[in-house]
């Protein structure tokens, strides 16, 4: 049996089921912890490894980091299937210290890591459903327009010629479309 048919069959059996509440927002969801325990019996099972690794990466010119975790699944040294999700930190996380805000980064981009390799669905998930925190829209809207000729879009244009991305931007600033043909042409 090949990782991929292995692969499928750990998706097609996987339950990870959404064990955690959250009493402010009242709804359920799952952890990474929640994820990993469920698989762990199917990798045995199939004689797979699954490791997780994280990457702290910083674009200094549009000053955001962001944690980068990859989910690599091993069969006998000789065939893997990575897969990866990003998650930004948030520096200045009211109630976090810094150490935590990392962590914190680094659980969300696991947990979705292993949501892309496993086909976990997590559009019911509690970030797709969680509408308590009423600020969420005033940060979207409190994100700068970036406009042609600034500065900014000048230090944007230089980071997507280093290989910075159009998606990597946008959580930075809001772009509309006209700006954005300027900045990929």
Known sequence: MTIYEKLVDIQGRLKAPKNQRNNFGRYNYRSCEDI???????????????????????????????????????????????????????????????????????????????NGLFLIDDTKDADATNTHDKSMPKTINAMPELKKGTEAFNKVKEALSKGFTMEEVKTKYKVNTTVEKLLTQ
């Open 36 to 114: 990993l325990e469920a698989v762990k019996p199917l990798l045995t099972k199939h004689k797979l490894c699954l490791t997780i690794t994280d990457e702290v990466i910083e674009m200094a010119s549009l000053n955001i980091a962001y944690v980068k975790a990859n989910a690599i699944l091993l069969s006998d040294g000789k065939e893997v299937i990575e897969t990866f999700a990003l998650a930004g930190i948030d520096l200045n996380r009211k109630g976090m210290d810094i150490s935590q805000s990392f962590g914190s980064s680094s659980s969300y981009a696991r947990k979705y890591a292993l």
